[in-house]
């Protein structure tokens, strides 16, 4: 693979390339989905190529193929250069690279057991042992209709090398799993879900007896809800929990500040961004106890990948310490244009055949520097809900103005949970609400949930990233019934 890689590159540096890079990537994907009594799903699939990304006059070019011979790595290498050339016709700014030193190194994720080697009878059986689990339970208000489970893995080996020397290769585990009841009485249908963390780390990361003992108090909650009251409307304080805050995190803070999106290079799907440059090192983007780490080398991590796709080593930083806004994940060539010396490594691709992009990477809210449970938390508070788990979202285009659900919901009055809520939704302005950020739980709880599915560019593309937090609580967020 290493020939095909340097090959690429000569051919690339032949036909005029300042700079070139290639990665050869070999994706493995298991998905198994369960309904009820049944597996509905598997997919598995194994998928492997390259792709050839070249800078000609100025301009970039990329070009890939499934087929890893000679002739044909030759042919998409040219075909790169051609691409950079015509695009170049039409050129206002030079791309420009902030330096990277090169690198001859390798990454792989602890893995102590394969998922790919775990066989296809205990994945099915585990499914279908939760969902069953789910199935039996009942109450006066209603029954569990519907059990669904899911387990996704994934592999990723990569080559990268580029021609400034780095030679970088890397092995990707992750696996997660998730599973959802829903009850259905009273004339509503509700659901409730359980959703460890997904991590970079073999099939150990999939806990059975963990996911078993679960499901009895997940099904329980979904029937619960049917008799739960509705949202209030008005506003209250609310206390999030880490898995409820990741998705939070991630569409206020993480694509917010994104370099590409908070240039105007990047509008598709909610794309820019009220963050923009000037406010960086002055915006009070959250409370003094508010801290955005950006971390790509915390274990376990779903964008800790060891480098970028370009060639960029994983690194740790901030994007707001102290709640001032502080920075952004980058390419090595959006870095350089607000003064970086060096990119922050996000710059990722979900295929061999996609072009590399501006990623947001495992981004995650510092645990509270008090010792603070959330049991204390809850006492310490008059009025107010605590909510579990992610919900649908919105928010606008340019990352400002959000409303978030939840999972399940619980009210709080003088210190004590006094019954579960449903259908919950809060509304807020992103400066708003992380700046009504009182208080944060300590590290005990902080939890590192993440995101699969995450989507970005046109063609789309799917990346996965980590973000963690513990419980904190926001003080008189706008609330109001999701129907
Ligand atoms: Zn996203």
Redesign the pocket.
Known sequence: MTDLAQLALDVAKHYGASYADVRIVRYLRQNLTSEDERIRAIHDSEDIGIGVRVIVNGAWGFAGTARLTREEVQRVARQACDIAAASATSLREPVRLVPEPPRVASFKTPCAIDPFAVSMEEKVGLLLEINRRLLKHKSSAGVIKKAQGHITLRKDERLYANTEGSLLTSEVVTTGVWYQATAVGMGDAQTRGYHPPPLTRGYENINADDLLNNCDRVAQQALEKLTAKECPVGVRDLILDPHNLALTI??SV??ATELDRALGYEESLAGRSFATPDKLNTLQYGAEIVNFVADNTLDGGLATWGFDDDGVEGQRWFIVEDGIFRGYSTSREVAGEIGLERSTGGCRADHWGSIPIVR?PNLSLAPGKQPLSLDELISDTKDGIYIEGMGSFSIDQMRCNFQFGGDAFWEIKDGRIVGMLKNVIYQSITTDFWNSCDAICDERFWVPNG?LN???GDPMQIAQMTHGASPARFRRVKVGGAR
């Open positions: 991630h569409e993480g694509h947001i995101v995450c989507g970005k």
